[in-house]
């Protein structure tokens, strides 16, 4: 009997603990809802449509290129590049890197774009794998292809890009990426606003169910299918929340390696991306912090939400498992690498603030989540749990859960109304209730997945598979 | 203790997150009345702009336009708005006779004369609204009006007024305009240009009269003289060549090198091929490579060994200057500007030679 009631006492403590993690975990996405409901709306009156058309008509916009990685992409590059191609924006050049395919890569684009080769002229700032062949296109000159040896790793494929191009700031995107037709003109302007800009990360939408013609989107809907459907909230409240928070902060520890914008001499500074990376995006931009702050210089890494990138998520519960577990696995490995910047007053806010919150939150979260889940579920089998606490823990992981991803979801539709139909709008809010039964344990296993991965050093970069945008 | 200490938490929590319930649930009937309301509106706009539709759109027809001009004069007070928007609307992709239909329909609806007091509302984006609309219809009798919003406190107002004065196309607002050329915002600055290029040559005299009041402003004004595009300012161009202040030098050169040379400014880019500044000798070598003069190929060639701004226009002149050009590229293979020669002979073998800007 008495030892019935110490464990019973135990899980009730081990339950107050994980309660008042939640608790925390969810003010804290509360707090960031309230933050970027106020820079939202501070940024909507910022930049008005004749602004824009300034800056396209302006000699003193800056070039751009755009760099992308391209590894056994037959089927979608030619159409990946005419839609980059016709991108709205005065001065850019599209340097595509054939990253060793093992498929037609090369020949698709070499037919679409009568390629011939040139002439290696520019420097090797960044080690690479050998570079084969530089290609250009005598009918579109702003077009350059790399044909490389396979690197292993996406970061060494844009690294090759990057040696290549030839513009003060760099974009880059993922081959599956679609871009918004003005997405280069509004990622473009902290650049323009404020020089201390080092990076700029653009929105990552979801493309699935969209109308996709020529390269664009031109209708934005609701997924079909439900798995995407629940990603649709998350990204929702990973960037319209977390993102404008952490940006307004200036302690943005993350660009999706799907859309972001560079100054070139910066990422030679630091090195390029770190091919031995798994979270090569979030490293990154963890290396340009600590590199700025260790050398004092004053900078800003900027997210905003205009410039969108559309992205196809995975459909199917394996190839979702597999990019979590990628996830999982790539922040770990991040926040092992950049251990010193956890906690340290040195490394300011990104030391004080983002550091410890992906450590804490998003590195341990579910870890903490799923032994809370666990315990409550086997002490209640055995009755050793205390029923008000399990009430609690009802309330602060999944009614509070439950509220922060309805806020997300006004955010959007109080300031981007990308969703149009009130029945998306409905269907939405619906999502954002449901996902905390069953979505959110499942994500949860496969980060657990990641961290066990982790552990054991297992792993390595597997795509995720996908079924590939049905381009008009 | 446990048990307190839940309590406690669960006094706090609760209320909280009720607080916060009500709170969203308030704002998603908000969000959702929002979607319906605006859904009403739209389709009222959809119904009431294609009632009008045959009557906009048989402005377009010379025969048709005044029964069109007077149906359109009889439109009602409520459905002005949307029509003056859809009149708006068709302006952004339409120029000529239609214009001056459009012009004639808005004054009699009465549009003209609200678009005028607009520009003097309390509201910003009225002003601005007002600005672009009369800068749409080119209406002349607002140039005033305009001029008056070039220094409004709110830079949207003063983009429109001179995005509409640039296309009113009016003498009276050239000098407001050049003045412009100051604003605080360099937007504004591109803003100005593309206005005053749409003056073309009328534009030079005032020009010319602002650097001669303003000598700060030389090495702006010869920018823009390129921009504006006349060759009625290849003298005072030619004179700048030989300024004291190397911006303005690089600067009457970029604008010569836009507008062509003549045998006189050839001369001139040659000398100052061998300037001190590395800006003036690259805008030199751009010069004299859109010369398209062949005798000017060994001078380019000796510059493919200057510093590399120079040597990048040296080497494109030389790509577009036939054998001569080629020739010089041959030599320079085995110097120091090898990759650059390598790489204009490469665009010469695959490409047809083109003019670089």
């Known amino acids: 009997m008495a030892m019935r009631e110490v464990l019973s006492h135990a899980i009730a403590v081990f339950d107050v603990g994980v309660i008042l993690y939640f608790i925390a975990l969810n003010t804290l996405y509360l707090t960031f809802t309230a933050i970027a409901f106020f820079e939202l709306r501070r940024r909507r009156k910022r930049w008005t449509p004749r602004e824009i058309s300034g800056i396209m008509q302006s000699p003193a916009t800056p070039p751009i290129s755009i760099v992308l990685g391209a590894f056994n992409e037959q089927l979608t590059v030619v159409a990946s590049v005419r839609s980059l191609l016709a991108?709205?924006?005065?001065?850019?050049?599209?340097?595509?890197?054939?990253?060793?395919?093992?498929?037609?890569?090369?020949?698709?684009?070499?037919?679409?774009?009568?390629?011939?080769?040139?002439?290696?002229?520019?420097?090797?700032?960044?080690?690479?794998?050998?570079?084969?062949?530089?290609?250009?296109?005598?009918?579109?000159?702003?077009?350059?292809?790399?044909?490389?040896?396979?690197?292993?790793?996406?970061?060494?494929?844009?690294?090759?890009?990057?040696n290549a191009a030839k513009h003060p700031l760099v974009c880059v995107i993922d081959a599956d990426s679609l871009l918004d037709n003005d997405a280069l003109v509004r990622v473009v302007l902290p650049f323009i606003e404020d020089a201390r800009t080092v990076a700029v990360g653009g929105m990552v939408r979801v493309a699935n169910g969209c109308t996709i013609e020529g390269g664009r989107v031109t209708e934005v809907r609701l997924p079909r299918n439900w798995l995407a459907r629940f990603q649709v909230v998350e990204y929702l409240r990973a960037f319209l929340a977390g993102r404008v928070a952490h940006s307004a902060l200036n302690a943005l520890l993350i660009i999706s390696g799907g859309f972001g914008l560079f100054r070139r001499d910066v990422l030679l500074e630091v090195g390029g991306f770190a091919a031995d990376s798994i979270g090569e995006d979030m490293?990154?931009?963890?290396?340009?912090?600590?590199?700025?702050?260790?050398?004092?210089?004053?900078?800003?890494?900027?997210?905003?939400?205009?410039?969108?990138?559309?992205?196809?998520?995975?459909?199917?519960?394996?190839?979702?498992?597999?990019?979590?577990?990628?996830?999982?696995?790539?922040?770990?490995?991040?926040?092992?690498?950049?251990?010193?910047?956890?906690?340290?007053?040195?490394?300011?806010?990104?030391?004080?603030?983002?550091?410890?919150?992906?450590?804490?939150?998003?590195?341990?979260?579910?870890?903490?989540?799923?032994?809370g889940y666990a315990v409550t579920i086997v002490g209640a089998c055995f009755g050793l749990i205390n029923w008000p606490i399990a009430k609690l823990m009802f309330l602060a992981a999944l009614v509070y859960g439950i509220l922060i991803s309805v806020g997300a979801v006004l955010l959007e539709d109080v300031f981007f109304r990308r969703y149009r139909r009130l029945g998306d709008l409905l269907q939405l809010l619906l999502f954002g209730v449901v996902e905390n039964f069953g979505y959110r344990q499942l994500t949860m296993w496969w980060r657990i997945r990641g961290w066990v991965d982790f552990l054991r050093n297992k792993g390595g970069w597997t795509p995720t598979p996908r079924k590939g945008f049905a381009r008009a | 203790m446990?048990?307190?200490?839940?309590?406690?938490?669960?006094?706090?929590?609760?209320?909280?997150?009720?607080?916060?319930?009500?709170?969203?649930?308030?704002?998603?009937?908000?969000?959702?009345?929002g979607h319906l309301v605006r859904d009403a509106r739209a389709r009222r706009r959809r119904r009431i702009a294609l009632t009008y539709r045959p009557h906009i759109d048989a402005l377009f027809d010379r025969e048709q336009a005044p029964k069109a001009i007077k149906a359109l004069a009889a439109v009602p007070d409520e459905h002005r708005d949307i029509v003056a928007g859809e009149l708006l609307a068709l302006l952004r992709v339409t120029a000529g006779a239609a214009v001056a239909n459009v012009r004639k329909a808005a004054h009699a609806m009465g549009l003209a004369d609200r678009w005028k007091r607009a520009l003097e509302s309390r509201w910003w984006w009225r002003r601005a609204e007002g600005a672009y609309a009369l800068g749409c219809i080119v209406e002349k009798s607002a140039v005033l009006g305009l001029v008056g919003r070039l220094d409004d406190r709110h830079e949207e107002v003063r983009a429109a007024a001179v995005e509409a004065l640039g296309r009113l196309g009016d003498p009276r607002a050239l000098a407001?305009?050049?003045?412009?050329?100051?604003?605080?915002?360099?937007?504004?600055?591109?803003?100005?240009?593309?206005?005053?290029?749409?003056?073309?040559?009328?534009?030079?005299?005032?020009?010319?009269?602002?650097?001669?009041?303003?000598?700060?402003?030389?090495?702006?004004?010869?920018?823009?003289?390129?921009?504006?595009?006349?060759?009625?300012?290849?003298?005072?161009?030619?004179?700048?060549?030989?300024?004291?202040?190397?911006?303005?030098?690089?600067?009457?050169?970029?604008?010569?090198?836009?507008?062509?040379?003549?045998?006189?400014?050839?001369?001139?880019?040659?000398?100052?091929?061998?300037?001190?500044?590395v800006d003036v000798r690259a805008a030199a070598a751009r010069a004299l490579a859109r010369s398209r003069r062949r005798e000017a190929a060994p001078y380019l060639g000796k510059a493919l060994h200057d510093e590399w701004e120079v040597a990048v226009e040296s080497a494109h002149g030389l790509r577009d200057l036939g054998e001569e050009g080629r020739e010089e590229l041959d030599r320079a293979r085995t110097a120091a500007a090898r990759a650059l020669a390598r790489q204009m002979i490469w665009e010469l073998e695959r490409r047809p030679a083109r003019s670089h800007g």
């Open chain 1, 87 to 162: 991108l709205n924006y005065p001065a850019f050049e599209v340097v595509v890197v054939n990253d060793g395919s093992a498929d037609n890569t090369l020949a698709a684009l070499q037919d679409a774009y009568g390629l011939v080769e040139a002439p290696l002229t520019h420097a090797h700032a960044i080690p690479t794998q050998r570079v084969r062949g530089v290609y250009r296109s005598p009918t579109t000159p702003d077009l350059v292809v790399i044909d490389k040896v396979n690197g292993g790793s996406k970061a060494d494929a844009i690294n090759a890009g990057l």
């Open chain 1, 283 to 371: 490293e990154l931009v963890a290396r340009i912090h600590r590199h700025c702050l260790e050398q004092r210089r004053p900078y800003r890494i900027v997210f905003l939400t205009d410039p969108v990138c559309w992205t196809e998520v995975p459909e199917s519960a394996r190839g979702l498992a597999l990019q979590r577990n990628r996830w999982h696995r790539g922040t770990l490995d991040v926040l092992r690498r950049h251990a010193v910047m956890i906690g340290n007053p040195k490394y300011k806010r990104v030391g004080l603030l983002a550091s410890p919150y992906y450590a804490l939150f998003e590195a341990f979260g579910p870890v903490v989540e799923g032994l």
């Open chain 2, 176 to 277: 407001p305009l050049v003045e412009g050329l100051w604003d605080d915002s360099g937007l504004q600055h591109t803003r100005v240009v593309l206005a005053l290029r749409e003056f073309g040559a009328t534009a030079v005299e005032p020009l010319l009269s602002h650097e001669r009041r303003h000598h700060a402003a030389t090495a702006i004004i010869a920018d823009l003289l390129g921009a504006v595009g006349e060759t009625s300012a290849l003298d005072p161009l030619t004179e700048w060549c030989s300024d004291k202040d190397p911006e303005v030098r690089a600067a009457a050169l970029r604008a010569l090198g836009t507008l062509g040379t003549c045998d006189r400014t050839y001369y001139y880019a040659l000398r100052a091929l061998g300037d001190e500044s």
């Open chain 2, 2 to 33: 446990i048990d307190a200490f839940v309590a406690g938490i669960e006094a706090l929590l609760v209320p909280a997150l009720v607080t916060t319930g009500v709170f969203l649930a308030l704002a998603v009937i908000a969000v959702v009345g």
